[in-house]
DNA sequence: TACCCGGAAGAAAC
DNA sequence: GGTTTCTTCCGGGT
């Protein structure tokens, strides 16, 4: 355990917190820097300076000193928690803590110790504070700067009886910095027992707050963030940027909420980690798109289990890096990012031995909790349509088994940031993914395979397979953009095949937790239209998207019409997100993404329903889609057809068609001439109307198991049998063929 | 301002 | 190296 955290060798530590504080897969960041300190301590260190910074611009150094030397109650030194952006960056937000010179005090001298808090020796004034020399050199087996640590400042007053003698005899801010710096009378404020900043925060919170941000509504986000401004003095917060409920803050990590609120993100993710820490889960948040299935509080445990874990984890993976790049072979690859070490494979050196003291398997996850988090990760950091039943009703309501509009409400103010936040727990999940591997190696030499709960995770996955699936979130193991968020479609009931997939309808009767391996998944006899595609390709993940029988991204896209492949973006901006996170672009948005919707146009998968915004229509099911081969196929398919009937309209109807069609100088592809000339604004005026005359009919077209070579684009030569849908063909799209031809 | 459109160039995967 | 499927950027229109 003790190796774990700081790098040692076990004989060196001793197990000192084994009973006193959480195991040490569920610590943060900052636990795992109090406990170093303790460790510190405990080797004979004066600790006067060891934890300031070695650099003022060492940003990622930003935590401890103050959580150490918690502040006499009335040292208003509000801000002083702005000790990465405020102090590097804007100076004047009171960055020099409890001297406070930086902008007049707003708030009165009270004693919420979130503003109290002292800065960082060093910071804020830009010194540089060197590391003790009589001090172990923590430097060396923890590079600082390679950290970046969560601020969880309540640790201190969780274990006071430890760390009151602890910072007692180690005043962080003691150092050559301190002074300045502002943390006057450590000493004099830890012989007493300083108060829980919970019990000194929350009075001060609205009353109209609930003691658990994650069950706030958007509105509590917002007075909550109010009272942050007046609380802490924090320059403006732009409320716009935190249209989100309680969850979804809490989603955000503190780069995220940095970024929302630059110059006070700190602060404000600091405030909501103390009101976090202690906050009675009532599980009772409503689901979000990362939390799609109706979370029992036990599942949510679990999961900030799991990202805890994963966090912790992640350190651990650092500080083995650093101490073993100290060595002779980690070829300092560098993890600035905090993500680089991710990408080594899961059985490379840092493989969990107890020589190395690793956490082993079961120090990382008991079975139960290894399970659980294997289904939570399918469902909270994949955009996995896990196969619930399917609610379709068949009457092409496709809000059928939305959730409430409360519920929806509540999923679409969390669904924004916590696509935000999806690059975040996509990085704890990927480190859960290292750990999970690093567990079943470990397990490797147990006869037993915990993969055999009911409702579990398949229990015949293997290693590799299970490494596959999780890993194929990492772009950087698979360059390959592959299927990085796997959409697994939804069970179809009877009339639910209008858009869905076969084959994996056909999965999910085998594998009702989507867990199958992407080897199998990926059309390892699947026939399915997403066989090779599995959501990769736009039209597939939207399709997926429409067709969870949960709903459960109905606030992003939904269906206004299923039978007839009408759909509405209702988020364009977190679809787009989605869409990204999918295919691992991040910088996608729906400008982007919209530009391939349009470039679906001209081969008519999709069309755009005039006069309606997002709102989209697709003119293909999926078995055609399907049975597409490619896109070129069915374009120069098209462009052969058109071609035909272009040269039967010229010679037999020349007067027939306005000059109007011929008019779009804009094609870019010569084949398609005749697709690029189609124009909704012609061809479709009431959409909806049109499809929802035949619905059952394009339903039916659907379901018919005709063979996909006869469906594969042909052109028909009956236009008007098939405008009426007779032939077989989807009526909506020989309708616009009709249109196109007649143009 | 946001949405919508489509050209152009290029990237990435196959 | 060619093709497909976007991605990215852009100018223009509504």
Redesign the pocket.
Known sequence: MISILCGCSADECHPIFDDEISPPYVWRHFDAYVFLLFKKNQNGSNGSSLWTPTSAASSSVHHQPFILAPPPAGTASHGSNHHHNNSLGSGSNNTNGGTSTGSPMKVPVKPPPLKSLPPLSGYGGGQTVPLSPSGLNMADRLPLPHLTLPFSPDILWRYPTQFSALTSSSPASGGPGSGSAGHPQHHSHHSQQPSSPHLDVKPHLPGALGPDPRTWAREDVVTFLRWCEREFDLPGLDLDKFQMNGKALCLLNKSDIAERAPGSGDVVHNALQLLLRDAPYTGRVPSSPLTPHPHTAHQQHLLSHALAAAAAHQQQQQQQQNSSSSGSNSGGSGNNGGGSHLLSPPNSARTPTSASGWPSANQLFSSADFHSLGHLIQQTNSVTLSPAPSVSDGSGNSQGGSPSHAEQSAAAAAAAAAMAAQAHINFYTQALAQAHNQAQAAAANSAHHHHNQAGSNSGSQSDSEENDSVQDNSPARS????TPIHLVPPPMSPLATTFSSAASSKNMEKDPLATTPISERNGGGGDGLDSGSNG????DFLQQLLNDPSQRYSHYIAWKNRETGVFKITD?AGLARL??IQ?N?P??N???????L??Y?RVNILR?VQG????YQFLRNPIELKSIK????L?HQMAAAAAAAATTTTTTTASGSSGSSAS?G???DSTDASL?RYS?SSSCNAPDQDFEAEPRRFANNNNNEQDPEDNDCDMPTDLSMERRGINGTNPYLTSIKTENMAS
């Open positions: 360059p390959a953009p592959s990769r390709l736009l039209w364009p869409w990204g295919k672009h910088s996608m729906y400008d982007k993404m919209s530009r391939a349009r470039y146009y755009k309606e915004r997002h709102c490619n896109i070129s196929l374009r779009s804009k094609m870019a690029e909704p």
